[in-house]
T-cell receptor, first 114, second 116 residues
Framework: EADIYQTPRYLVIGTGKKITLECSQT?????MYWYQQDPGMELHLIHY???????EKGDLSSESTVSRIRTEHFPLTLESARPSHTSQYLC?????????????FGSGTRLTVV | AQKITQTQPGMFVQEKEAVTLDCTYD???????LFWYKQPSSGEMIFLIY??????QNATEGRYSLNFQKARKSANLVISASQLGDSAMYFC?????????????FGAGTRLFVKA
């Protein structure tokens, strides 16, 4: 049973539409992350949060925005989707116990913008 | 700047044999963690194993072991007794303990094919 949930699993949407990718976790983790991954390629950090009302941009520039109003919820929004946004988006979380714990990832959202 | 390099885009291994997936890293932070993740075709990322920079012994988790050579800055994953279900993408990752905070960077990945 997953402890971190992403919806939708797949999304095909037209250019110019506003979309929100949902991510929720039930583990009480303070730290949450969004990664972007093209098929078969490496993951790139686009946003992260160290807690409620804390959000930072990651290493890869992204036109998306995020919010963290509740500990368990970390949605990602694209105001105007473009074909270049077609990718897989992975949400992850981690706790405060230190370096030696891996992330827990959601199942990902595969976004296609046509 | 921190960096992860995986030089093997694809690897083949016969079922029941062992395979080593290579990973080298670069960091100036003396405190860091190294991770391996598995990504099946379904897309989710599964945490496999962790090695800390101050750990004296190589990490092991079931059939997975991490060959940590600090002076060479390498952290190779060894999978023993390969199974068909091991076919997947494998990502090496690193997290720095200092200014890097809890952000993790990933390598480009190695696709492993296990042959029956």
């Amino acid at each position: 049973e997953a402890d971190i949930y992403q919806t939708p699993r797949y999304l095909v949407i037209g250019t110019g539409k506003k979309i929100t990718l949902e991510c929720s976790q039930t583990m009480g983790h303070d730290k949450m992350y969004w990664y972007q991954q093209d098929p078969g390629m490496e993951l790139h950090l686009i946003h992260y949060s160290y807690g409620v009302n804390s959000t930072e941009k990651g290493d890869l520039s992204s036109e998306s925005t995020v919010s963290r109003i509740r500990t368990e919820h970390f949605p990602l929004t694209l105001e105007s989707a473009r074909p270049s946004h077609t990718s897989q988006y992975l949400c992850a979380s981690s706790d405060d116990r230190g370096l030696n714990y891996g992330y827990t990832f959601g199942s990902g959202t595969r976004l296609t913008v046509v | 700047a921190q960096k992860i390099t995986q030089t093997q885009p694809g690897m083949f291994v016969q079922e029941k044999e062992a395979v080593t997936l290579d990973c080298t890293y670069d960091t100036s932070d003396p405190s860091y963690g190294l991770f391996w993740y598995k990504q099946p075709s379904s897309g989710e990322m599964i945490f496999l194993i962790y090695q800390g920079s101050y750990d004296q012994q190589n990490a092991t988790e079931g059939r997975y072991s991490l060959n940590f050579q600090k002076a060479r800055k390498s952290a190779n994953l060894v999978i023993s007794a390969s199974q068909l279900g091991d076919s997947a993408m494998y990502f090496c990752a690193m997290r720095e303990g200092g200014t890097g905070g809890f952000k993790t960077i990933f390598g480009a990945g190695t696709r492993l094919f296990v042959k029956a």
